[in-house]
């Protein structure tokens, strides 16, 4: 077989591919890589079915083009003939009368215009020969370019079993030659994209789309031409071959299942199934009639968008119509004629097979793609193959890329989604503690100028009213200057504790026993019976080296602030744990809980919610302020609605353990 094996049939335009993996599902052949993201026909793999180029709906795949060598083929001075499928009645249905579409395709410049239904009234010929001779082996018909080059490709083994008969088109090619001349050039017209890569006896393929083109770019229009009748020889029930069961038709043989010795398959899904089961011996006495598309109607070089079978009820017509017409008498004195014309060809096996990665390397695949188990196979068939195994034998072999996998995207996204929403959480607290200590340094330094200014006049104030106290025997006047100490010592604590929350950088590291630290500061506050308390320690080693001073009056506030927070009774629980990098002191309490709108606030300086005059605000500042100075955090979850269960705070102190080095 003479042909153009290399080829470039098919292209992808790479701006045009969306990712959605249609072409690799269409493609009988698995003759798309994808790469990047990236749908690329593997031209060395390609049958020419077109599968790829119908199903694309972003127009990323196109096909070899051949106008340009059709034109320069027509102005050169040998004589040029135009070979017409026979599925031209399908695509120019537009045209009131055919005649006129044959007229225009002499007005491009052909010498000739032949019916390539003829060379099927040859091949069927031949093919009858072959299936009438019962001890002939059974043979898979050859008249479809695609399905040969899938024979060859990936079913070598079988390419003896192709029936020994050239194509039609290949046929007719040799009959005007016969008729025309030797130097005679031929231009094959139809529906089929392969066409172009089978055989070098044909000088140019043009689709039924190239046509319209070209009569579109050389201005020729339906009306203008001289109709015209194709040029002999003429075309019995040939003209019936391009739809289903075709052969069979021309031959004018039924297709029955129970004397019958041939079965008909057509489309992407049937023809391969079909092939597989001829070589595992299933079917192997049968003759099998195949087509890659849906007959040649459904060509993919047709206008798109075409009703099945509309177009085979226009064939039929036009059949019906022209068979009135023809001169029996004179066709078969055609076939008579050119009956003498070798028909044979030949194949050689092409062999394009990948090889099988070992089992545990598509195990290994699987895995990468979250098939761990039988369970995980889907089959969902969103990657372009039909099942699990398959795209991990095509990622294995180059073909294919796990994120093909629809599911496994889809849980990646949303893990990432997670992780990412994660990330975003912690870059919020990250931000709000720094806006807490941006706020408490600007705060720390307004309170030890504020607390500097007026620690020396409260102390004047507080000398001389205990001396006016001791002094004085008059019993209303006492009372009013022992309010005044009162509350001047009250002033002296607030200015005490805004000193202590202007500190900074003021920590003196010691090793200090955790559970013992915790019970001393439990001790160090007045609790009421009706709380009941709890420390629990879960550290192997609580010793930790931290500031006693400062971490005592940190636990300390906690325990005031949880023991005010339970009017009536509760619980107070301490833990100590260890938690990955950190040391963490739980101080959680069963009181009335914070408000929501008030939990972005507790570490706010001179931010509080007690009663005027029983707090100032600066215990939890004061606390987040000692915390950091650790290098540590501090967090609170709290819950003030009885509804979503029970109420009640909980700090959680994170110490680093790197500081106990």
Not at 207 to 232: C, V, Y
Request: with cysteine; proline share 5%; charged share 25%.
């Amino acid at each position: 077989m003479t042909e153009v094996l290399y080829k470039k049939l098919v292209t992808t335009i790479p701006d045009l591919c969306r990712v959605c993996y249609t072409c690799v599902r269409e493609c009988p052949a698995k003759a798309i890589r994808i790469e990047n993201g990236q749908a690329e026909v593997m031209h060395e793999r390609c049958i020419g079915c077109g599968n790829c180029v119908q199903v694309c709906s972003q127009h990323a795949k196109v096909y070899l083009n051949e106008e340009k060598e059709v034109l320069a083929l027509l102005k050169s001075e040998l004589p040029v003939a135009a070979l017409v499928a026979p599925s031209f009645p399908a695509e120019f249905a537009d045209f009131e009368n055919l005649r006129e579409l044959i007229g225009m395709i002499r007005t491009l410049g052909f010498n000739y215009v032949c019916e390539v239904a003829f060379g099927a009234d040859l091949v069927a010929q031949d093919f009858r020969t072959v299936i009438s001779d019962e001890n002939h082996p059974a043979v898979i018909s050859s008249d479809c370019p695609a399905v040969v080059y899938y024979v060859r490709h990936y079913h070598p083994n079988l390419v003896p079993s192709l029936a020994r008969v050239a194509s039609p088109m290949v046929a007719m090619t040799r009959v005007v030659r016969k008729k025309y001349g030797p130097n005679l050039r031929t231009v094959f017209i139809g529906p089929c994209i392969s066409k172009k890569a089978e055989s070098n006896e044909v000088d140019c393929v043009l689709t039924f789309q190239e046509l319209r083109h070209l009569f579109k770019s050389q201005g020729i229009k339906a009306g203008q031409a001289m109709p015209s009748d194709f040029d002999s020889p003429l075309a019995g029930r040939g003209m019936i071959f391009p739809v289903k069961r075709g052969m069979l038709q021309t031959l004018n043989i039924p297709e029955d299942l129970f004397d019958g010795n041939i079965l008909v398959a057509e489309g992407k899904v049937n023809f391969p199934a079909a092939i597989a089961e001829f070589e595992n011996g299933a079917i192997s006495s049968q003759h099998l009639e195949l087509l890659c598309c849906e007959g040649c109607l459904m060509g993919p070089g047709m206008t798109p968008d075409g009703k099945r079978y509309a177009r085979r009820a226009m064939i039929g017509n036009y059949v019906r119509e022209k068979m009135l017409e023809r001169d029996t008498e004179a066709w078969k004195r055609n076939i008579d004629e050119f009956s003498a014309i070798d028909l044979t060809q030949t194949f050689e096996p092409s062999d394009r097979r990948l090889d099988l990665p070992s089992p545990s390397k598509i195990r290994k695949v699987l895995a990468s793609i979250g098939k761990q188990n039988p369970q995980d196979h889907l089959n969902c068939g969103a990657c372009g193959y039909d099942s699990c195994e398959n795209h991990a034998i095509a990622i294995a072999q180059g073909l294919a890329e796990s994120d093909m996998c629809l599911p496994y995207t889809i849980e990646k996204m949303h893990r990432s989604i997670q992780e990412l929403n994660l990330s975003n959480e912690q870059l919020a607290k990250v931000q709000q503690a720094l806006k807490h200590s941006e706020k408490l340094a600007h705060m720390g330094q307004l309170s030890a100028g504020i607390a500097h200014e007026l620690n020396n006049p409260l102390g004047v104030v507080i000398m001389y009213a205990n001396i006016l106290l001791d002094e004085c025997q008059d019993e209303q006047i006492r009372q009013d200057l022992g309010l005044i100490v009162t509350q001047a010592d009250r002033c002296k604590r607030i200015v005490g504790n805004l000193l202590n929350f202007a500190r900074k950088n003021q920590v003196r590291l010691e090793e200090t026993d955790l559970l013992k630290l915790a019970y001393d500061s439990l001790a160090s506050v007045i609790i009421p019976d009706r709380i009941l308390t709890h420390v629990e320690s879960r550290l192997r080693e609580p010793l930790c080296w931290i500031d006693h001073e400062q971490m005592t009056q940190v636990l300390t506030n906690l325990i005031k602030n949880a023991v005010e927070a339970m009017p009536a009774s509760g619980a107070l629980t301490l833990k100590i744990e260890s938690e990955g990098e950190y040391i963490v002191i739980s101080v959680k309490d069963t009181g009335t809980g914070i408000a929501p709108e008030n939990m972005d606030k507790v570490f706010t300086p001179f931010f509080t919610t007690k009663e005027i005059g029983k707090g100032t605000g600066l215990g939890l500042a004061t606390t987040y302020g000692i915390i950091k100075m650790h290098k540590g955090k501090i967090e609170v979850e709290s819950n003030d609605n009885p509804s979503k269960g029970p109420t009640g705070t909980c700090f959680n102190i994170l110490l680093p353990k790197i500081n106990q080095s």
